[in-house]
């Protein structure tokens, strides 16, 4: 722990702390995930020259939309997508998650033994969070005007 005074001195995080738990650990696992499935992509870029995150502003604003858009951008195998999505998300989306749940997922069964049907819908739900997010982008644009 910090003496007092020294804490008062510091600035304030940009995010809240976040008790350690399996949330916390299936968070990790997905960053990692994110990274491998990825071809090698860091889900948090840092700045070479100082070392440090390069946009902490992403980190502090992290949500479902702001994962979809770096999977979406990153990862082709539409299981892995899925998946990552899936862990990705904030520490109150993800509260309920456990390694077991996780571990039933289609992304570890052989890709032969994924229905067909179940590579469809996951085909068409990203068609429909494209749609989506391009009428919010319109309608931005309509704000703007």
Not at 69 to 94: C, G, K, M, S, W
Request: contains cysteine; aromatic residues 8%.
């Amino acid at each position: 722990d910090l003496p007092d005074k020294l804490r008062e001195e510091m600035p304030p995080l940009p995010y809240e702390l976040v008790e350690v738990s399996e949330s916390a650990d299936i968070w990790s696992f997905g960053v990692f995930l994110f990274t491998l499935v990825s071809g090698g992509e860091t889900l948090f870029q840092t700045n070479l020259r100082t070392g440090d995150l390069s946009c902490m502003e992403v980190v502090a604003a992290w949500d479902a939309d702001i994962a979809d858009r770096f999977v979406t951008q990153h990862i082709n195998d539409a299981v892995a997508q899925d998946l990552v999505r899936y862990i990705l998300v904030p520490l109150n989306e993800r509260k309920d998650l456990d390694m077991g749940i996780l571990l039933s997922h289609p992304y570890f069964e052989k890709r032969e033994d994924v229905p067909d049907d179940f590579i469809e819908y996951l085909a068409e739900m990203q068609r429909d969070r494209e749609a989506e997010r391009q009428v919010q982008q319109n309608k931005k644009v309509n704000e703007k005007n």
